[in-house]
Nanobody
Framework: QVQLVESGGGLVQAGGSLRLSCAAT????????MGWFRQAPGKDREFVAAMTWTAGRTYYADSVKDRFTISRDNTKYTVYLQMNSLKPEDTAVYYC????????????????WGQGTQVTVSS
């Protein structure tokens, strides 16, 4: 059984930075992908970023490109989301997801999901 545990959320002022972490336990992810989604109050869950585990190819939503960076630590089976130049519209619960190829994870139908971590950006 795979578990994804997120951490690093919090309250930050606009223009600030946060780094989210997602640690995977239970198995390795060689050949698979991991990613991040977010859901703001009253809105649908939306794609933020994803990465192929082996090759490290990255993909971003247009709304976060050039501000957010997804990365991984292979030895710790952990994926990170560095968020810079945060805006109030980035406020949401951020979810880590994994399990499947990049197309599946990026589409929001990965096999595994974390519990979510709240990010609040004040203006």
């Amino acid at each position: 059984q795979v578990q994804l545990v997120e951490s690093g959320g919090g309250l930050v002022q606009a223009g600030g930075s946060l780094r989210l972490s997602c640690a995977a336990t239970g198995r390795t992810f060689s050949g698979n992908a991991m990613g991040w989604f977010r859901q703001a109050p009253g809105k649908d869950r939306e794609f933020v970023a994803a990465m192929t585990w082996t090759a490290g190819r990255t993909y971003y939503a247009d709304s976060v490109k050039d501000r957010f960076t997804i990365s991984r630590d292979n030895t710790k089976y952990t994926v990170y989301l560095q968020m810079n130049s945060l805006k109030p519209e980035d406020t949401a619960v951020y979810y880590c997801t994994a399990g499947g190829p990049i197309a599946k994870v990026s589409a929001g139908v990965g096999d595994y999901w974390g519990q979510g971590t709240q990010v609040t950006v004040s203006s």
